[in-house]
């Protein structure tokens, strides 16, 4: 039982300790006069993908590879379909040409460089797969080519975010936030990934159906309160570029860093998953030029949302 219970805080660490990093580094950023929009598309970015990061690599140092690849492919899912879904449902999202032209894009190779490096029975003939070390690598020269794209944007993007939008503490408070926040990040880390196990073998269910149900959910909290509070706010722009940015830190760093601490075996039934979130990817970038250009309507969120239940019910009957 008392395991159980360190699962559930696990979370709650897990998502204050990113809370706090963030802070933290954004206030000394913004103290050595960074941009505001520089901090947003990589402090900010890093500090709400930092929950999936921490899980894969304890999950890769313990040898959990179904749970580091749920993970990651279980929140890339769930960040288009449902949190992507329920945040046009609270106000319609529209999204700028170069998101639909080439972040969306960008998000769908992703995925599907994950497909092809992960299968090397079907493309090779091999006995087995896996996404090993040279793989990780390869993704990982992806995310440089992706943080390239970004800081090229910052050289022509406005400062959008606001001077209040950031705390600016001092010095010491904010090397403290960090400090703890290192620390919530590395328990809560450890916590879930532990209970998980725990749980998979308890109730004699794949430690993949964890990875993409309640891991992937959990860690996709900070994702879920960035874009629904923006589109409260009618941010539509942080609304949808926290999730593709997400997705493909998600991918290109976060599995690319696992797959490099240790190669991830890889399950055939998995593509299942990989084919829901290309489907997932091709649908967002179809809905942008379906009824008004560029946007995502509240019938089209609701879509998203049963979309995404009906995954996790395939999920339940199949794993």
Not at 84 to 105: Q, R, W
Not at 240 to 245: A, L, S
């Amino acid at each position: 039982m008392t395991i159980y219970i360190f699962f559930i805080l696990g979370f709650f660490i897990l998502i204050k300790g990113a809370t706090l990093l963030v802070d933290g580094s954004a206030s000394i950023a913004k103290k050595l006069k960074i941009s505001s929009i520089v901090i947003g598309l990589t402090i900010v970015a890093f500090g709400t993908s930092m929950p999936e990061l921490i899980v894969n690599i304890f999950a890769s140092v313990q040898n959990n590879s179904e749970i580091a690849i749920g993970n990651i492919l279980g929140s890339n899912i769930s960040n288009i379909l449902l949190i992507l879904g329920i945040s046009a449902i609270i106000y319609p999202i529209t999204a700028n040409k170069n998101t639909v032209l080439k972040e969306i894009p960008f998000n769908l190779l992703a995925i599907v460089i994950l497909g092809i490096i992960a299968n090397d029975i079907i493309i090779d003939g091999q006995n087995f797969s896996s996404i090993t070390r040279i793989d990780g690598l390869i993704l990982i020269s992806f995310f440089i080519i992706f943080l390239y794209y970004v800081f090229g944007i910052t050289k022509s993007a406005e400062d959008i975010v606001g001077k209040d939008e950031i705390k600016v503490l001092s010095y010491s408070k904010a090397v403290f936030y960090i400090i703890l926040g290192l620390i919530g990040l590395i328990v809560g880390g450890k916590w879930i990934v532990d209970g998980a196990v725990e749980i998979a073998k308890f109730f004699n269910i794949s430690e993949s159906l964890i990875g993409l149900t309640i891991i992937a959910l959990g860690t996709s909290l900070p994702e879920l309160a960035t874009s629904a509070i923006a589109a409260y706010k009618k941010q539509s722009d942080i609304a949808i570029g926290n999730i593709i940015g997400s997705n493909i830190f998600n991918i290109f760093w976060i599995l690319g860093v696992s797959a490099i601490i240790r190669p991830l075996p890889f399950n055939a039934s998995s593509n299942k998953d990989i084919s829901v979130a290309i489907f997932a990817s091709v649908i967002l970038f179809l809905i942008m030029f379906i009824g008004k250009k560029r946007a995502i309507e509240r019938s089209q969120g609701i879509f998203m949302v049963i979309a995404y239940i009906g995954y996790i019910v395939f999920l339940v009957f199949t794993k």
